[in-house]
């Protein structure tokens, strides 16, 4: 790609608008010229364009058209390439969906583990071909479900998991040794997959061959979803203990979902999702290094996770250009010669934040699209949002429909036939060299900070996304950005029948926590959270000792109050 | 005598970290010339309670989207009374079924906003509705 600098946003040639290359910054063809004044300029003439500016869902400025002259500095051979080949612009497999569809993973997890685990048996049984599991906010923030702070929300907001327990329930029936699993945990990621670990072992599932997730992202905790407990500096530490772990004993198991959906849900441009993305994943592997780790040992086991959000050509040319600038950074950065340290897998989620409370059903034509555009991307996985995202967890019926969105794209649309089909447009290899040249500046940026925990620290990310996110709302507001049953396209609403979760849950898992309790042996779990307190008070690694308590029936609150006080608590500085 | 700027209270109560729409909230009612107080994340209802009376508000804006909000809603608005607060102005915003809505407003939730409101109809709210101080 060349040195050449993209046009920051917003800039257009207020004084000759109808001179798209101007706008370029590039140099039109004789053609091109006599296009201009032959054939646009009467047209607008006759009948100006309907704004001064088209851009994207993220504000950023869209051309009327894209011509050769967009990519004179573009070379096919080493910005494009093959897939499966680096830069792996157009996907990480040589064959992507001819070979294997994405997996087909929705996001689910509401009450006790035995109402989420009809759910995952269920879509199972629908064709779904992964499992992604949703826990509660208590589970999150490594709250017991009987800990006063979970009181109302419990089970509210996924699946209440206090335990080894729940989660034999969670997974019964469900054999792990045939089935991957996703967990969208983070804060007590380590806590929860010892759990999950422990069900395996129980089932006589080799370690060595299990495959699956934990999102395990703390960086985008304090960047966006907030779900933090501990200080980033023992917050990394625990992380690059699971990496160490992982490596060791679970050596097919995604160690880390490195994640940008969040911090596109929180309100950011599509550049920022994936320059902050790539960044926390350039952060984990530094911290990897220094801890000693192989760069081409240990990084195969990262995996990314994207937001899928409205504007169709902006989010693929993100994937696109998520792909090459983690190859790059990996040989350029780390020295990395192992090609699974290159190439950039990804899960995909289509943009909940987009989805409106009015008119409900209109949010599965946006879940379609927003599902296509991750497909023509070249996602490994995808989650498809409900219709009634906006008003509750998904009902059955409208998970269903979900699903069967992802089918309809495979099974009927023909994108799955060739690979990359949009290589080679102009727009959209034009698209995806702006794109990455903005995430590059992100990155320089926040490397000269000193690295994403420094920026964090400074609260450059979190402003950042704080000024993207009001933009949004004032353009909305304004109605410069058109939300349809939202700001225009009003009508009469309808009621919807929603998943609705009462306060049953709570007391099951209270009368569960009790037996529990006095099933156990309390001076096991003791002497176990005591050797874990020790571990983390010096510099072993803790997983062991995790996967030790969690064994013995210590409960999610019991470990992480351990940690909680050899590291303490987290508050972050608030930006408005 | 100026006229005294109407005092916001924006809180995030319980567990929930989603705090896009509060910031953004808190922003706006800024803008639009309130004087404007965020809590920041986890906030008990004592909590918010305390920071109401301490801030001496008019208005108590309450950002919920974890599905808490039947518990956490009459928690504070008990504590309000108990505390004498009984003039402040209670807005709630997040993901709230519309069924759960006759309930909220009963315990003293003056208006309930749903995903899709616009920042205007919100400080036009609270402008046509705040009672002015005795």
Known sequence: MSEKRAPGPGVIDAADPANSHKQANREPSAQEKDWEENVLNPTLAKSPERQAEFTTTSSYPIRRLYTPADLTDWNAETDLGFPGQPPYTRGIHATMYRGRPWTMRQFAGFGTAEDTNQRFRYLLSQGQTGLSTAFDLPTLMGYDSDHPLSEGEVGKCGVAISSLADMEVLFDQIPLADVTTSMTINSPAAVIWAMYLAVAEKQRADWKKLSGTIQNDILKEYIAQKEYIYPPAPSMRLVIDTFEFGMKHTPKFNTISISGYHIREAGSTAIQELAFTLRDGIEYVDWGVRRGMDVDAFVPQLSFFFNAHNDFFEEIAKYRAARRIWCKAMKERFGAKNPRTWALRFHTQTAGCSLTAQQPYNNVVRTAIQALAAVMGGTQSLHTNSLDEAWALPTEFAATVALRTQQIIANETGVTNTVDPLGGSYFVETLTNEVERGAWDYIERIDALGGMVAAIERSYPQREIAEASYKYQVAVDKKEKIIVGVNDYVSGEKPLEILQIDESVAQRQAVRLKKLRADRSTAEVERRLAALRKAAEGTENMMPYIYDAVKAYATVGEVCDTLREVFGAFEEVAIT | ?134
């Open chain 2, 1 to 134: 005598m100026p006229d005294r700027k109407i005092r916001v209270l924006i809180a995030k109560p319980g567990l929930d970290g989603h705090d896009r729409g509060a910031k953004i909230i808190a922003r706006a009612l800024r803008d639009a010339g309130m004087e404007v107080i965020y809590t920041g994340l986890r906030q008990t209802p004592e909590m918010i309670a305390s920071s109401a009376i301490q801030e001496d508000v008019d208005v108590i804006g309450l950002s919920v989207l974890s599905g808490a909000h039947n518990t956490l809603c009459p928690q504070l608005m008990g504590l309000l009374r108990d505390k004498g607060m009984n003039d402040v102005m209670v807005l709630l915003g997040g993901i709230i079924p519309e069924a759960d809505i006759p309930a909220l407003k009963k315990v003293g939730i003056a208006e309930i906003f749903l995903p899709g409101t616009s920042t205007q109809d919100i400080v036009s709210y609270i402008r046509e509705h705040l009672q002015p101080r005795a």
